[in-house]
Protein backbone atom coordinates (compact mmCIF):
# COMPACT_ATOMS: atom_id res chain seq x y z
CA UNK A 1 0.00 0.00 0.00
CA UNK A 2 1.30 3.43 -0.82
CA UNK A 3 1.57 6.19 1.72
CA UNK A 4 -0.86 7.96 -0.19
CA UNK A 5 -3.52 5.23 -0.38
CA UNK A 6 -2.92 4.78 3.61
CA UNK A 7 -3.26 8.58 4.03
CA UNK A 8 -6.78 7.98 1.62
CA UNK A 9 -8.16 5.65 3.46
CA UNK A 10 -7.10 7.39 6.73
CA UNK A 11 -9.29 10.26 5.65
CA UNK A 12 -11.90 7.85 4.43
CA UNK A 13 -11.85 6.24 8.16
CA UNK A 14 -12.57 9.99 10.14
CA UNK A 15 -14.93 11.33 7.67
CA UNK A 16 -16.99 7.91 8.90
CA UNK A 17 -16.07 8.48 12.68
CA UNK A 18 -17.55 12.52 11.91
CA UNK A 19 -20.78 10.36 10.55
CA UNK A 20 -20.99 8.39 13.36
CA UNK A 21 -21.01 11.25 15.56
CA UNK A 22 -23.39 13.34 13.31
CA UNK A 23 -25.60 10.89 13.14
CA UNK A 24 -26.05 9.73 16.62
CA UNK A 25 -25.84 13.12 17.90
CA UNK A 26 -28.94 13.56 15.35
CA UNK A 27 -30.78 10.87 16.61
CA UNK A 28 -29.62 11.28 20.25
CA UNK A 29 -29.33 7.57 20.63
CA UNK A 30 -27.48 4.96 18.71
CA UNK A 31 -24.44 3.14 18.93
CA UNK A 32 -20.90 4.77 18.73
CA UNK A 33 -18.64 2.77 20.84
CA UNK A 34 -18.81 -0.43 18.31
CA UNK A 35 -19.17 2.23 14.94
CA UNK A 36 -15.61 3.60 16.07
CA UNK A 37 -13.55 0.79 17.05
CA UNK A 38 -14.24 -0.64 13.63
CA UNK A 39 -14.25 2.66 11.67
CA UNK A 40 -10.86 1.55 9.76
CA UNK A 41 -12.88 -1.42 8.98
CA UNK A 42 -15.36 0.09 7.58
CA UNK A 43 -13.61 2.73 5.80
CA UNK A 44 -10.71 -0.23 3.98
CA UNK A 45 -14.00 -2.63 3.50
CA UNK A 46 -15.53 0.11 1.53
CA UNK A 47 -12.94 2.13 0.15
CA UNK A 48 -10.32 -0.82 -0.91
CA UNK A 49 -11.66 -4.42 -0.37
CA UNK A 50 -14.93 -4.65 -1.60
CA UNK A 51 -16.05 -5.30 -5.13
CA UNK A 52 -19.02 -3.06 -5.22
CA UNK A 53 -20.34 -0.34 -7.13
CA UNK A 54 -23.08 2.42 -5.23
CA UNK A 55 -24.07 3.37 -9.05
CA UNK A 56 -25.32 -0.54 -9.58
CA UNK A 57 -25.95 -1.71 -5.95
CA UNK A 58 -27.64 -4.51 -6.56
CA UNK A 59 -24.72 -5.77 -9.11
CA UNK A 60 -25.94 -9.71 -8.68
CA UNK A 61 -22.06 -9.92 -8.73
CA UNK A 62 -20.65 -7.84 -6.25
CA UNK A 63 -19.23 -8.82 -3.17
CA UNK A 64 -21.50 -8.92 0.11
CA UNK A 65 -21.14 -7.92 3.45
CA UNK A 66 -23.19 -8.31 5.97
CA UNK A 67 -22.90 -6.40 9.23
CA UNK A 68 -23.51 -9.08 11.76
CA UNK A 69 -23.20 -6.35 14.90
CA UNK A 70 -26.14 -4.82 13.19
CA UNK A 71 -26.47 -2.51 16.18
CA UNK A 72 -23.18 -0.54 15.08
CA UNK A 73 -25.02 0.41 11.67
CA UNK A 74 -24.16 4.21 12.16
CA UNK A 75 -20.67 2.89 10.95
CA UNK A 76 -22.05 1.01 7.95
CA UNK A 77 -24.18 4.45 7.27
CA UNK A 78 -21.86 6.66 7.59
CA UNK A 79 -19.27 4.30 4.71
CA UNK A 80 -21.58 3.54 2.48
CA UNK A 81 -22.64 7.22 2.13
CA UNK A 82 -19.34 8.41 1.76
CA UNK A 83 -18.44 5.90 -0.80
CA UNK A 84 -21.35 7.53 -2.63
CA UNK A 85 -24.37 5.32 -2.10
CA UNK A 86 -26.75 7.93 -0.47
CA UNK A 87 -26.18 11.16 0.21
CA UNK A 88 -24.09 12.38 3.29
CA UNK A 89 -27.25 15.05 4.89
CA UNK A 90 -29.19 11.64 5.70
CA UNK A 91 -27.47 10.60 7.92
CA UNK A 92 -28.55 13.23 10.42
CA UNK A 93 -32.19 11.53 9.90
CA UNK A 94 -30.97 8.23 11.57
CA UNK A 95 -33.43 6.46 13.52
CA UNK A 96 -35.98 9.29 12.53
CA UNK A 97 -39.61 8.37 11.77
CA UNK A 98 -40.18 8.25 7.55
CA UNK A 99 -36.00 7.90 7.65
CA UNK A 100 -34.72 4.69 5.55
CA UNK A 101 -31.94 4.72 7.63
CA UNK A 102 -33.66 2.69 10.95
CA UNK A 103 -31.48 1.68 13.84
CA UNK A 104 -30.51 -1.49 12.86
CA UNK A 105 -29.65 -2.21 9.06
CA UNK A 106 -32.78 -2.84 6.40
CA UNK A 107 -31.90 -4.46 2.77
CA UNK A 108 -34.65 -3.24 1.84
CA UNK A 109 -34.41 0.34 2.44
CA UNK A 110 -30.50 1.24 2.35
CA UNK A 111 -28.66 1.60 -0.97
CA UNK A 112 -25.99 -1.08 -0.25
CA UNK A 113 -26.88 -2.87 2.72
CA UNK A 114 -27.15 -6.43 1.52
CA UNK A 115 -28.90 -7.68 4.58
CA UNK A 116 -30.97 -7.25 7.56
CA UNK A 117 -29.56 -7.41 10.69
CA UNK A 118 -29.73 -6.54 14.35
CA UNK A 119 -30.80 -9.96 16.25
CA UNK A 120 -26.96 -10.54 17.43
CA UNK A 121 -25.45 -13.90 16.01
CA UNK A 122 -27.88 -13.99 12.97
CA UNK A 123 -25.85 -11.86 10.53
CA UNK A 124 -23.35 -14.44 10.32
CA UNK A 125 -25.58 -16.92 9.44
CA UNK A 126 -27.32 -15.26 6.43
CA UNK A 127 -23.64 -14.73 5.30
CA UNK A 128 -22.83 -18.49 5.08
CA UNK A 129 -26.19 -18.91 3.26
CA UNK A 130 -24.89 -16.29 0.69
CA UNK A 131 -21.38 -17.70 0.62
CA UNK A 132 -22.93 -21.02 -0.39
CA UNK A 133 -25.15 -20.11 -2.87
CA UNK A 134 -22.39 -17.80 -4.60
CA UNK A 135 -20.38 -21.24 -4.37
CA UNK A 136 -23.67 -23.22 -5.41
CA UNK A 137 -24.25 -20.50 -8.65
CA UNK A 138 -20.76 -20.36 -9.77
CA UNK A 139 -20.18 -17.05 -8.41
CA UNK A 140 -16.53 -15.63 -7.47
CA UNK A 141 -17.48 -12.75 -5.56
CA UNK A 142 -17.09 -12.67 -1.60
CA UNK A 143 -19.24 -12.55 0.90
CA UNK A 144 -17.26 -10.51 4.34
CA UNK A 145 -19.43 -10.49 7.13
CA UNK A 146 -18.42 -8.07 11.15
CA UNK A 147 -19.24 -9.48 14.33
CA UNK A 148 -18.67 -8.12 17.77
CA UNK A 149 -16.85 -9.99 20.50
CA UNK A 150 -19.63 -9.80 22.75
CA UNK A 151 -22.08 -11.28 19.55
CA UNK A 152 -20.15 -14.90 20.35
CA UNK A 153 -21.46 -15.58 23.35
CA UNK A 154 -24.78 -16.34 20.53
CA UNK A 155 -25.11 -20.14 20.42
CA UNK A 156 -26.10 -19.37 16.48
CA UNK A 157 -22.49 -18.00 16.04
CA UNK A 158 -20.51 -21.68 16.57
CA UNK A 159 -23.59 -23.10 14.56
CA UNK A 160 -22.61 -20.71 11.18
CA UNK A 161 -19.00 -21.51 11.73
CA UNK A 162 -19.60 -25.10 11.55
CA UNK A 163 -21.48 -24.60 8.70
CA UNK A 164 -18.82 -22.50 7.01
CA UNK A 165 -16.35 -25.28 7.79
CA UNK A 166 -18.32 -27.99 6.83
CA UNK A 167 -19.03 -26.29 3.22
CA UNK A 168 -15.56 -25.23 2.92
CA UNK A 169 -16.73 -21.72 2.32
CA UNK A 170 -13.31 -20.31 1.23
CA UNK A 171 -15.07 -17.50 -0.24
CA UNK A 172 -16.15 -16.44 3.24
CA UNK A 173 -14.24 -14.16 5.93
CA UNK A 174 -15.69 -13.36 9.26
CA UNK A 175 -14.19 -10.70 11.08
CA UNK A 176 -14.45 -10.18 14.65
CA UNK A 177 -14.11 -6.90 16.27
CA UNK A 178 -12.85 -7.41 19.73
CA UNK A 179 -12.92 -4.62 21.66
CA UNK A 180 -13.05 -6.32 24.73
CA UNK A 181 -16.19 -4.84 25.85
CA UNK A 182 -20.33 -5.35 25.84
CA UNK A 183 -22.83 -3.27 27.26
CA UNK A 184 -23.13 -4.87 30.71
CA UNK A 185 -19.02 -4.46 30.76
CA UNK A 186 -15.91 -6.01 29.94
CA UNK A 187 -16.23 -9.01 27.93
CA UNK A 188 -14.16 -11.32 29.93
CA UNK A 189 -16.55 -10.27 33.32
CA UNK A 190 -19.74 -10.57 31.12
CA UNK A 191 -18.95 -13.97 29.69
CA UNK A 192 -15.58 -14.83 28.67
CA UNK A 193 -15.10 -16.10 25.72
CA UNK A 194 -11.32 -17.72 25.90
CA UNK A 195 -9.31 -17.13 23.06
CA UNK A 196 -11.48 -16.38 20.30
CA UNK A 197 -8.32 -16.94 17.53
CA UNK A 198 -7.97 -20.77 19.02
CA UNK A 199 -11.50 -21.32 19.10
CA UNK A 200 -12.27 -20.42 15.88
CA UNK A 201 -8.91 -22.26 14.74
CA UNK A 202 -10.26 -25.62 16.29
CA UNK A 203 -13.70 -24.39 14.39
CA UNK A 204 -11.85 -25.13 11.47
CA UNK A 205 -11.05 -21.65 10.55
CA UNK A 206 -7.55 -20.11 9.03
CA UNK A 207 -7.31 -17.48 11.24
CA UNK A 208 -5.34 -14.28 11.14
CA UNK A 209 -4.93 -11.86 14.08
CA UNK A 210 -4.03 -8.18 14.09
CA UNK A 211 -4.43 -4.94 14.97
CA UNK A 212 -8.11 -3.62 13.57
CA UNK A 213 -6.27 0.29 13.32
CA UNK A 214 -3.93 -0.91 10.93
CA UNK A 215 -4.44 -0.63 7.21
CA UNK A 216 -1.18 -2.68 6.26
CA UNK A 217 -2.03 -5.24 9.16
CA UNK A 218 -5.87 -5.58 7.12
CA UNK A 219 -4.41 -5.51 3.43
CA UNK A 220 -2.05 -8.64 4.79
CA UNK A 221 -4.88 -10.21 5.80
CA UNK A 222 -7.31 -9.87 3.49
CA UNK A 223 -4.35 -10.90 0.83
CA UNK A 224 -4.29 -14.12 3.14
CA UNK A 225 -8.12 -14.46 3.12
CA UNK A 226 -8.07 -14.05 -1.05
CA UNK A 227 -5.33 -17.06 -1.06
CA UNK A 228 -6.95 -19.74 1.39
CA UNK A 229 -8.59 -22.33 -0.50
CA UNK A 230 -10.37 -25.20 0.81
CA UNK A 231 -10.95 -23.48 4.21
CA UNK A 232 -13.13 -20.30 5.78
CA UNK A 233 -11.27 -17.54 6.94
CA UNK A 234 -11.65 -15.06 9.89
CA UNK A 235 -9.47 -12.17 11.12
CA UNK A 236 -9.85 -10.97 14.49
CA UNK A 237 -9.03 -7.47 15.41
CA UNK A 238 -7.90 -5.97 17.98
CA UNK A 239 -9.61 -2.79 18.50
CA UNK A 240 -10.56 0.54 20.54
CA UNK A 241 -13.86 1.06 21.69
CA UNK A 242 -14.62 4.50 20.96
CA UNK A 243 -11.49 5.09 18.74
CA UNK A 244 -10.78 8.57 17.79
CA UNK A 245 -12.78 10.08 20.11
CA UNK A 246 -10.96 10.33 23.71
CA UNK A 247 -13.31 10.73 25.97
CA UNK A 248 -15.39 7.74 24.26
CA UNK A 249 -11.89 5.31 24.36
CA UNK A 250 -12.17 2.25 26.37
CA UNK A 251 -15.26 3.65 27.83
CA UNK A 252 -18.00 0.92 28.29
CA UNK A 253 -21.18 3.57 28.96
CA UNK A 254 -20.78 5.06 25.31
CA UNK A 255 -21.59 1.53 24.17
CA UNK A 256 -24.72 2.23 23.03
CA UNK A 257 -25.60 6.45 24.19
CA UNK A 258 -25.45 9.41 22.28
CA UNK A 259 -23.42 12.90 23.02
CA UNK A 260 -25.09 15.67 24.16
CA UNK A 261 -24.00 19.26 22.35
CA UNK A 262 -20.94 19.80 24.77
CA UNK A 263 -19.78 16.11 23.89
CA UNK A 264 -20.77 16.34 20.60
CA UNK A 265 -18.58 19.75 19.88
CA UNK A 266 -15.75 18.10 21.22
CA UNK A 267 -15.82 14.61 19.57
CA UNK A 268 -16.40 16.80 16.25
CA UNK A 269 -13.48 19.20 17.09
CA UNK A 270 -11.15 15.98 17.96
CA UNK A 271 -11.88 14.57 14.70
CA UNK A 272 -11.92 18.09 12.26
CA UNK A 273 -8.55 18.69 13.88
CA UNK A 274 -7.38 14.64 13.56
CA UNK A 275 -8.62 14.84 9.46
CA UNK A 276 -7.10 18.47 9.03
CA UNK A 277 -3.88 17.12 10.11
CA UNK A 278 -4.20 13.85 7.54
CA UNK A 279 -5.10 16.89 4.71
CA UNK A 280 -2.22 18.96 5.91
CA UNK A 281 0.06 16.18 5.31
CA UNK B 1 -63.15 -45.03 3.58
CA UNK B 2 -61.71 -48.62 3.06
CA UNK B 3 -60.40 -48.59 -0.24
CA UNK B 4 -59.31 -45.04 0.09
CA UNK B 5 -55.62 -44.11 -0.75
CA UNK B 6 -53.96 -42.54 2.06
CA UNK B 7 -50.55 -40.65 2.15
CA UNK B 8 -48.61 -38.70 4.87
CA UNK B 9 -48.60 -34.97 3.42
CA UNK B 10 -44.92 -34.90 4.28
CA UNK B 11 -44.23 -37.74 2.05
CA UNK B 12 -46.34 -35.97 -0.40
CA UNK B 13 -43.56 -32.53 -0.03
CA UNK B 14 -41.12 -34.76 -0.43
CA UNK B 15 -42.28 -35.91 -3.58
CA UNK B 16 -43.33 -32.58 -4.67
CA UNK B 17 -40.26 -30.95 -3.80
CA UNK B 18 -38.50 -33.48 -6.58
CA UNK B 19 -41.02 -32.63 -9.14
CA UNK B 20 -40.25 -29.04 -8.27
CA UNK B 21 -36.24 -29.70 -8.73
CA UNK B 22 -36.61 -31.09 -12.27
CA UNK B 23 -38.59 -27.92 -12.85
CA UNK B 24 -36.41 -25.51 -11.27
CA UNK B 25 -32.65 -25.20 -11.38
CA UNK B 26 -33.12 -22.40 -8.32
CA UNK B 27 -34.82 -24.74 -6.35
CA UNK B 28 -32.47 -25.80 -2.95
CA UNK B 29 -33.34 -27.77 -0.07
CA UNK B 30 -31.94 -27.39 3.54
CA UNK B 31 -32.82 -29.46 6.40
CA UNK B 32 -31.46 -30.00 9.60
CA UNK B 33 -30.81 -33.89 10.14
CA UNK B 34 -34.24 -35.06 9.53
CA UNK B 35 -34.17 -35.64 5.89
CA UNK B 36 -35.49 -39.07 6.51
CA UNK B 37 -38.29 -38.09 8.29
CA UNK B 38 -39.30 -34.85 6.67
CA UNK B 39 -38.70 -36.44 2.83
CA UNK B 40 -36.21 -34.01 1.84
CA UNK B 41 -34.45 -37.05 1.40
CA UNK B 42 -36.64 -37.64 -1.71
CA UNK B 43 -35.00 -34.70 -3.15
CA UNK B 44 -31.58 -35.22 -1.96
CA UNK B 45 -31.67 -37.95 -3.79
CA UNK B 46 -32.54 -37.03 -7.00
CA UNK B 47 -30.70 -33.49 -6.37
CA UNK B 48 -27.61 -34.26 -4.07
CA UNK B 49 -26.24 -31.14 -5.03
CA UNK B 50 -29.11 -29.25 -4.14
CA UNK B 51 -29.58 -30.79 -1.18
CA UNK B 52 -27.91 -29.24 2.17
CA UNK B 53 -27.72 -30.55 5.67
CA UNK B 54 -27.08 -28.09 7.86
CA UNK B 55 -26.96 -30.36 11.18
CA UNK B 56 -28.92 -30.25 14.03
CA UNK B 57 -29.12 -26.01 13.93
CA UNK B 58 -32.13 -24.88 13.27
CA UNK B 59 -31.74 -21.36 13.87
CA UNK B 60 -28.69 -21.42 11.72
CA UNK B 61 -30.49 -22.89 9.29
CA UNK B 62 -32.95 -20.58 8.49
CA UNK B 63 -30.52 -17.61 7.99
CA UNK B 64 -28.82 -19.59 5.96
CA UNK B 65 -31.38 -19.55 4.23
CA UNK B 66 -32.60 -16.13 4.20
CA UNK B 67 -28.91 -15.64 2.62
CA UNK B 68 -29.20 -18.13 0.00
CA UNK B 69 -32.70 -16.21 -1.01
CA UNK B 70 -30.96 -13.03 -1.05
CA UNK B 71 -28.60 -14.43 -3.75
CA UNK B 72 -31.76 -15.57 -6.18
CA UNK B 73 -31.73 -19.19 -5.26
CA UNK B 74 -35.24 -20.41 -4.02
CA UNK B 75 -34.51 -22.09 -0.62
CA UNK B 76 -37.04 -24.83 0.99
CA UNK B 77 -35.49 -24.90 4.50
CA UNK B 78 -37.33 -28.14 6.41
CA UNK B 79 -37.58 -29.45 9.95
CA UNK B 80 -40.26 -30.34 12.20
CA UNK B 81 -42.99 -27.89 13.05
CA UNK B 82 -41.57 -27.90 16.75
CA UNK B 83 -38.06 -26.59 15.40
CA UNK B 84 -38.23 -24.85 12.21
CA UNK B 85 -41.89 -22.63 13.98
CA UNK B 86 -40.76 -22.87 17.70
CA UNK B 87 -37.07 -23.52 17.92
CA UNK B 88 -36.23 -21.00 14.81
CA UNK B 89 -39.21 -18.09 15.26
CA UNK B 90 -36.55 -15.33 15.93
CA UNK B 91 -34.58 -16.55 12.87
CA UNK B 92 -37.49 -17.05 10.81
CA UNK B 93 -39.43 -13.43 11.96
CA UNK B 94 -35.76 -11.37 11.55
CA UNK B 95 -33.83 -12.84 9.02
CA UNK B 96 -36.95 -14.08 6.69
CA UNK B 97 -39.90 -12.14 7.69
CA UNK B 98 -38.70 -8.46 8.53
CA UNK B 99 -36.71 -8.40 5.20
CA UNK B 100 -39.53 -10.66 3.13
CA UNK B 101 -36.73 -12.86 1.94
CA UNK B 102 -38.43 -15.63 -0.67
CA UNK B 103 -37.53 -18.89 1.93
CA UNK B 104 -39.91 -21.37 1.77
CA UNK B 105 -40.31 -23.22 5.41
CA UNK B 106 -41.53 -26.46 4.65
CA UNK B 107 -42.76 -27.81 8.55
CA UNK B 108 -42.96 -31.44 9.10
CA UNK B 109 -44.47 -33.62 12.45
CA UNK B 110 -47.62 -30.80 12.78
CA UNK B 111 -49.73 -31.57 15.37
CA UNK B 112 -50.74 -34.17 18.38
CA UNK B 113 -50.71 -37.05 15.54
CA UNK B 114 -47.08 -36.83 15.80
CA UNK B 115 -48.09 -39.74 18.22
CA UNK B 116 -45.21 -41.35 20.01
CA UNK B 117 -42.16 -38.90 20.20
CA UNK B 118 -44.79 -36.96 22.95
CA UNK B 119 -45.61 -33.73 24.02
CA UNK B 120 -41.86 -31.93 23.10
CA UNK B 121 -42.42 -32.58 19.54
CA UNK B 122 -45.81 -32.37 19.36
CA UNK B 123 -46.11 -28.63 17.98
CA UNK B 124 -49.53 -27.19 18.01
CA UNK B 125 -48.49 -23.36 17.98
CA UNK B 126 -46.34 -23.03 15.06
CA UNK B 127 -49.39 -21.45 13.43
CA UNK B 128 -50.17 -19.11 16.02
CA UNK B 129 -46.42 -18.08 15.89
CA UNK B 130 -45.94 -18.12 12.03
CA UNK B 131 -49.16 -16.28 11.73
CA UNK B 132 -47.99 -13.27 14.06
CA UNK B 133 -45.49 -12.45 11.43
CA UNK B 134 -45.43 -10.12 8.76
CA UNK B 135 -45.64 -11.13 5.16
CA UNK B 136 -45.78 -14.66 6.23
CA UNK B 137 -48.28 -17.10 4.15
CA UNK B 138 -49.65 -20.05 6.81
CA UNK B 139 -50.82 -22.92 5.14
CA UNK B 140 -51.60 -26.43 5.85
CA UNK B 141 -52.82 -29.22 3.33
CA UNK B 142 -55.48 -31.79 3.49
CA UNK B 143 -53.91 -34.50 1.86
CA UNK B 144 -51.38 -35.45 -0.92
CA UNK B 145 -53.02 -33.63 -3.84
CA UNK B 146 -53.03 -30.96 -2.40
CA UNK B 147 -49.43 -30.77 -0.95
CA UNK B 148 -48.30 -31.19 -4.34
CA UNK B 149 -50.35 -27.99 -5.27
CA UNK B 150 -49.74 -26.20 -2.29
CA UNK B 151 -45.18 -26.46 -3.00
CA UNK B 152 -45.51 -25.62 -6.73
CA UNK B 153 -47.81 -22.45 -5.37
CA UNK B 154 -45.17 -21.94 -2.76
CA UNK B 155 -42.53 -21.75 -5.50
CA UNK B 156 -44.35 -19.78 -7.29
CA UNK B 157 -45.31 -17.08 -4.43
CA UNK B 158 -42.84 -13.97 -4.07
CA UNK B 159 -41.88 -14.04 -0.15
CA UNK B 160 -42.00 -15.83 2.82
CA UNK B 161 -44.32 -18.92 3.05
CA UNK B 162 -44.63 -21.56 5.56
CA UNK B 163 -46.19 -25.09 5.25
CA UNK B 164 -47.16 -27.67 7.30
CA UNK B 165 -47.32 -30.88 6.77
CA UNK B 166 -48.09 -34.42 8.81
CA UNK B 167 -46.71 -37.50 9.78
CA UNK B 168 -49.52 -39.96 9.30
CA UNK B 169 -51.13 -41.37 6.28
CA UNK B 170 -54.01 -39.20 5.17
CA UNK B 171 -56.64 -40.08 2.77
CA UNK B 172 -56.62 -38.57 -0.50
CA UNK B 173 -59.91 -36.83 -0.74
CA UNK B 174 -59.26 -34.38 -4.21
CA UNK B 175 -59.49 -35.46 -7.34
CA UNK B 176 -56.34 -34.26 -8.85
CA UNK B 177 -57.32 -33.64 -12.69
CA UNK B 178 -60.11 -31.59 -11.59
CA UNK B 179 -57.91 -29.84 -9.11
CA UNK B 180 -56.22 -26.19 -8.73
CA UNK B 181 -54.67 -24.20 -6.03
CA UNK B 182 -55.09 -21.26 -5.00
CA UNK B 183 -52.87 -19.11 -2.16
CA UNK B 184 -55.18 -17.74 0.15
CA UNK B 185 -58.76 -19.32 -1.10
CA UNK B 186 -60.94 -21.87 0.47
CA UNK B 187 -62.44 -24.45 -0.96
CA UNK B 188 -66.00 -25.51 -0.40
CA UNK B 189 -65.75 -29.54 -0.35
CA UNK B 190 -69.19 -30.13 0.32
CA UNK B 191 -72.27 -27.77 0.05
CA UNK B 192 -74.48 -27.17 3.15
CA UNK B 193 -76.83 -25.14 4.98
CA UNK B 194 -77.48 -25.94 8.74
CA UNK B 195 -73.60 -25.48 10.15
CA UNK B 196 -70.32 -24.43 8.27
CA UNK B 197 -67.23 -27.04 9.36
CA UNK B 198 -64.44 -24.98 8.55
CA UNK B 199 -61.35 -27.35 8.86
CA UNK B 200 -57.48 -27.99 7.65
CA UNK B 201 -54.83 -30.79 7.70
CA UNK B 202 -56.04 -34.04 8.35
CA UNK B 203 -59.23 -32.51 10.27
CA UNK B 204 -60.73 -32.05 6.85
CA UNK B 205 -60.94 -35.54 5.94
CA UNK B 206 -62.70 -35.83 9.44
CA UNK B 207 -64.96 -33.25 9.14
CA UNK B 208 -66.55 -35.33 5.81
CA UNK B 209 -66.87 -37.69 7.59
CA UNK B 210 -68.85 -36.13 10.64
CA UNK B 211 -71.33 -34.46 7.39
CA UNK B 212 -72.04 -38.09 6.28
CA UNK B 213 -72.91 -38.89 9.49
CA UNK B 214 -75.16 -36.06 10.19
CA UNK B 215 -76.42 -36.37 6.31
CA UNK B 216 -78.34 -39.29 7.60
CA UNK B 217 -79.66 -37.76 10.68
CA UNK B 218 -80.72 -34.67 8.33
CA UNK B 219 -78.41 -32.14 9.11
CA UNK B 220 -76.78 -29.99 6.24
CA UNK B 221 -73.19 -29.62 6.83
CA UNK B 222 -71.12 -27.31 4.65
CA UNK B 223 -67.55 -28.60 4.37
CA UNK B 224 -64.98 -25.67 4.22
CA UNK B 225 -61.46 -26.72 3.16
CA UNK B 226 -59.08 -24.02 4.99
CA UNK B 227 -55.66 -24.66 3.66
CA UNK B 228 -54.47 -21.14 3.76
CA UNK B 229 -54.54 -19.57 7.65
CA UNK B 230 -53.08 -16.55 6.25
CA UNK B 231 -54.14 -14.86 4.07
CA UNK B 232 -57.25 -15.92 5.65
CA UNK B 233 -60.35 -16.35 2.51
CA UNK B 234 -62.28 -13.99 4.70
CA UNK B 235 -65.25 -13.99 1.65
CA UNK B 236 -65.80 -17.38 2.14
CA UNK B 237 -65.93 -17.06 6.02
CA UNK B 238 -68.78 -14.48 5.98
CA UNK B 239 -70.41 -16.39 3.43
CA UNK B 240 -70.55 -19.27 5.46
CA UNK B 241 -71.59 -17.25 8.18
CA UNK B 242 -74.32 -15.54 6.30
CA UNK B 243 -76.04 -18.29 4.83
CA UNK B 244 -75.34 -21.21 7.99
CA UNK B 245 -75.12 -18.87 11.07
CA UNK B 246 -73.19 -21.43 12.61
CA UNK B 247 -69.46 -22.11 12.11
CA UNK B 248 -67.11 -24.97 13.85
CA UNK B 249 -63.47 -25.13 13.14
CA UNK B 250 -61.39 -27.71 13.21
CA UNK B 251 -57.85 -27.58 12.96
CA UNK B 252 -54.65 -29.78 14.67
CA UNK B 253 -53.38 -26.98 16.52
CA UNK B 254 -54.16 -25.02 20.14
CA UNK B 255 -57.47 -23.25 20.29
CA UNK B 256 -55.29 -20.36 20.44
CA UNK B 257 -53.77 -18.54 17.57
CA UNK B 258 -54.69 -21.14 14.69
CA UNK B 259 -57.46 -20.97 12.29
CA UNK B 260 -60.04 -20.99 14.99
CA UNK B 261 -59.07 -17.87 16.31
CA UNK B 262 -58.32 -16.55 12.83
CA UNK B 263 -62.35 -16.96 11.97
CA UNK B 264 -63.42 -16.14 14.68
CA UNK B 265 -62.03 -12.37 14.45
CA UNK B 266 -63.40 -12.41 11.06
CA UNK B 267 -66.61 -12.79 11.80
CA UNK B 268 -66.58 -10.94 14.93
CA UNK B 269 -65.59 -7.95 13.58
CA UNK B 270 -67.79 -8.21 10.10
CA UNK B 271 -70.88 -7.48 12.52
CA UNK B 272 -72.76 -10.71 10.82
CA UNK B 273 -74.56 -12.75 13.34
CA UNK B 274 -72.73 -16.22 14.24
CA UNK B 275 -71.95 -18.62 16.51
CA UNK B 276 -68.25 -20.34 16.22
CA UNK B 277 -67.37 -23.05 18.25
CA UNK B 278 -63.46 -23.84 17.62
CA UNK B 279 -62.34 -27.56 17.61
CA UNK B 280 -58.51 -28.03 18.52
CA UNK B 281 -56.12 -28.79 21.52
CA UNK B 282 -57.49 -27.08 24.55
CA UNK B 283 -54.66 -25.08 25.97
CA UNK B 284 -52.74 -28.18 27.32
CA UNK B 285 -49.86 -30.31 26.28
CA UNK B 286 -49.99 -33.79 24.43
CA UNK B 287 -48.61 -37.00 25.60
CA UNK B 288 -47.43 -40.23 23.96
CA UNK B 289 -49.67 -42.54 22.24
CA UNK B 290 -50.55 -43.76 18.87
CA UNK B 291 -51.32 -41.24 16.55
CA UNK B 292 -55.20 -42.19 16.09
CA UNK B 293 -55.70 -42.36 19.63
CA UNK B 294 -54.61 -39.31 20.55
CA UNK B 295 -56.45 -37.60 17.85
CA UNK B 296 -60.02 -38.87 19.06
CA UNK B 297 -58.71 -38.40 22.81
CA UNK B 298 -57.85 -34.60 21.95
CA UNK B 299 -61.25 -34.45 20.23
CA UNK B 300 -59.98 -34.10 16.68
CA UNK B 301 -62.18 -36.63 15.21
CA UNK B 302 -65.11 -36.77 13.15
CA UNK B 303 -67.00 -37.87 16.34
CA UNK B 304 -66.34 -34.59 18.12
CA UNK B 305 -67.10 -32.60 14.97
CA UNK B 306 -70.46 -34.37 15.10
CA UNK B 307 -70.78 -34.08 18.17
CA UNK B 308 -70.21 -29.89 18.22
CA UNK B 309 -72.46 -29.72 15.08
CA UNK B 310 -75.04 -30.79 17.19
CA UNK B 311 -74.60 -28.58 20.29
CA UNK B 312 -74.47 -25.53 17.61
CA UNK B 313 -78.07 -26.84 16.49
CA UNK B 314 -79.05 -26.44 19.41
CA UNK B 315 -78.54 -22.91 19.43
CA UNK B 316 -81.68 -21.05 17.79
CA UNK B 317 -80.75 -18.76 14.58
CA UNK B 318 -81.95 -15.70 16.56
Known amino acids: MTNEEKKQLQIAACKVRMGVIESVYAAKAGHPGGSLSAADMFAYLYFKELNIDPADPKNPDRDRFVLSKGHTAPGLYAALTNRGFFPVEDLKTLRQIGSYLQGHPNMNTVPGVDMSTGSLGQGISAACGMALAAKHMGKTCRVYTLLGDGEIEEGEVWEALMFAHHYKLDNLCVIIDNNGLQIDGPTKVVMDSGSIPDKLAAFGFEVAEIDGHSFDQMEAAFARARETKGLPFAIVMHTTKGKGVSYMENQVGWHGKAPNDGEYEQAMGELRAQLAGLEAE | MADVKKIATRESYGNALKELGAAHEDVIVFDADLSNATKTNTFQKAY ?256 HIAETVKYLMAFSAD
Open chain 2, 48 to 303: PDRHFNCGIAEGNMMAVAAGAASMGLVPFASSFAMFAAGRAFEQVRNSIGYPHLNVKIGATHGGISVGEDGASHQCCEDFALMRSIPGMVVMSPADDVETRAMVKAAYEHEGPVYMRFGRSAVPVIHDEANYSFEIGKGEVLRDGADVAVIANGLLVAEALEAADTLAEQGISVRVINMATIKPLDEELVLKAAKECGKIVTAEEHSVIGGLGEAVCAAVAESGVPCKVKRIGVNDEFGHSGPAAALLKQFGLSAE
